[in-house]
């Protein structure tokens, strides 16, 4: 790309997460190139605003912008988290934890886990959560910053953030601006195209103002106003596999304890959040619009807070799949634009920063080369329908009873997602494939949580001699215990770290 040949001008088209992680990472990424980035949203235009968990690729993204952490938990509320508890996804009285970092350490051939399943074989009743410094956390309330020392039991260890999606739009929106992003303030009433090649030239506003732009990011939520409206990309519906169709969202007073971790319960007919932050508890009812109505989803709700509520309940509609192609001509689509895929392991945000990540290292210039756009293309759908399969895992592995559930555990998966479970379940490996967003401890945690036991483990464990390897597993028990033991409570840390004014 010759300097003559570069982006001049980027429009943002809605603000939100989405709209503000792309401004302020292309303003990042750009400084001193001369790009002049506008984003246009409306304050008439709500957002969705209950994308309050994460996971932890989350902390690369801040780094990158060279935010503070600190500074960012105070100014969004913020909490730490540790992972997912799914409450009753199995069946009603089960529990399992779905925890960020890995279990335990390799030892001898094979993986981690393969030792600990012979050692099962054998007669071992310790669960694999045993060997989760995260989950051992978790469940104690207590969270501390890892060193960065990889000879630490702390190496085993991540974490991710809760936060009020609406202040991260805000801390996000001051950085951008700090550095040069220009906000207009206006609704979008048309999408102007250029007669000989189709590409958006503009958009303009309902003021009659034009906003003109080389590339064009489309953040405008469902409505995808520039690449589903305007340019016509279609939208591949995933809701054979992922039928929860509706949501129902109210907040909820602080939790005195603040929990490091998400909760999910599963509900007749899907399923019920938990995120607790400094000054609020986020709630939120998932659900199957066939299998119950929306009165009854409500009812639901706000029968089962843990906390009073503190707002009125707000419905939201969504049809979960994704976008045919997340980048069409001289449109870039993020966010919800780009596709839906229920909150249910907390990847929403996470979509927008890979997205984001992967525009940067695909970026155009004015000829918008067809060959980046189609790579761009193929690893943003190759990155959706990995999370895809893991969603529908919780699903169509459960014994709960009822037509909702009978209808999930009965549905065709995915044959990526079908070679996985069979695998496992023969011989406890896992296949892994090219840019899985989940990696093998978050496959072992819900293979094994959804009731999927292996019948056989892998021989090559035999190599290290059985005593040895009971008293290495028993060594790392006694680490892990002792080292969550002594970390600081998660209230505490925060109180002293981190605290909102």
């Known amino acids: 790309m010759t300097e003559s040949n570069a982006i001049r001008s980027i429009v943002v088209a809605g603000g939100g997460s989405a709209g503000w992680m792309a401004a302020a990472a292309l303003s990042a990424a ?77 030892f001898g051939m094979t993986p981690f886990h393969q030792q600990w399943l012979r050692a099962s074989a054998q007669g071992d009743t310790t669960p694999l959560s045993a060997y989760s410094l995260t989950e051992a956390a978790a469940y104690l309330n207590r969270f501390d910053r890892p060193p960065d020392d990889p000879r630490s039991v702390f190496s085993t260890f991540s974490y991710a953030y809760h936060f009020d999606a609406g202040l991260y739009a805000a801390f996000l929106r001051a950085y951008a601006e700090a550095r040069g992003v220009t906000r207009v303030e206006g609704k979008i009433a048309e999408v102007a195209l250029k007669p000989e090649n189709g590409f958006v030239e503009a958009l303009v506003l309902e003021d009659g103002r034009r906003l003109e732009a080389e590339l ?83 009812r639901i709700l706000l029968a089962s807070l843990d906390t009073p509520a503190t707002g009125d309940p707000r419905r939201l509609r969504f049809t979960t799949g994704q976008r045919k192609v997340a980048w069409e001509r001289n449109v870039v689509t993020l966010g919800l634009a780009s596709g839906f895929l229920e909150p249910l392991e907390s990847t ?33 759908a190759r990155e959706f329908e990995s999370v895809r399969d893991f969603l529908v895992l919780h699903y169509q592995a459960t014994e709960r009873e009822g037509p909702f559930w009978q ?16 695998m496992f379940r023969h011989s406890g490996r896992l296949i892994e494939r090219d840019k899985d967003l989940f ?52 209230a505490q840390f925060i109180d002293r770290h981190c605290r909102a004014g």
């Not at 949203?41 to 968990?53: D, K, M, P, R």
């Not at 209808?407 to 069979?422: F, G, N, Q, W, Y």
């Open 348 to 380: 929403s945000l996470h979509l927008v920063q890979s997205g984001i990540t992967k525009l940067l290292a695909w970026f155009p210039d004015r000829d918008f080369d067809p060959r980046l756009r189609a790579e761009y293309n193929r690893l943003v």
């Open 216 to 298: 064009f990011v489309d953040c405008t939520g469902f409505r995808a106003l520039l690449i589903g409206g305007a340019l016509g990309v279609g939208y591949d519906d995933w809701s054979q596999w992922l039928p929860c169709d509706r949501a129902i969202a109210v907040p909820s007073a602080r939790m005195p304890e603040l929990p490091p971790y998400t909760r999910s319960t599963a509900r007749p007919a899907g399923w019920q959040w938990r995120i607790p932050l400094q000054h609020r508890t986020g709630n939120g009812h998932v659900y199957c619009s066939r299998h119950m109505d929306d009165d009854e989803a409500e």
């Open 439 to 490: 990696h093998e401890a978050s496959w072992l945690a819900v293979l094994l949580g959804q009731g999927i036991s292996p019948e056989r483990y892998d021989t090559l464990a035999e190599v290290v001699p059985l005593n040895e390897a009971r008293a290495v597993l028993g060594g790392m028990r006694k680490v892990i215990a002792t080292t969550a033991a002594g970390m600081p409570g998660h």
């Open 30 to 106: 750009l400084v001193g190139t001369g790009c002049r980035i506008t984003v246009v949203e409306s304050e008439e235009i709500g957002t969705v605003g209950v994308g309050e968990a994460t996971i932890p690729p989350i902390q690369a993204f801040n780094r990158i912008l060279g935010i503070d952490e600190a500074a960012f938990v105070r100014a969004t509320q913020g909490t730490f988290k540790l992972g997912i508890e799914f409450a009753d996804w199995l069946r009603p009285g089960h529990r399992y934890f779905h925890p960020f970092g890995r279990y335990g350490d390799d």
């Open 407 to 422: 209808a999930c555990r009965t549905m065709d998966v995915p044959d990526t997602l079908a070679a996985k479970i069979e």
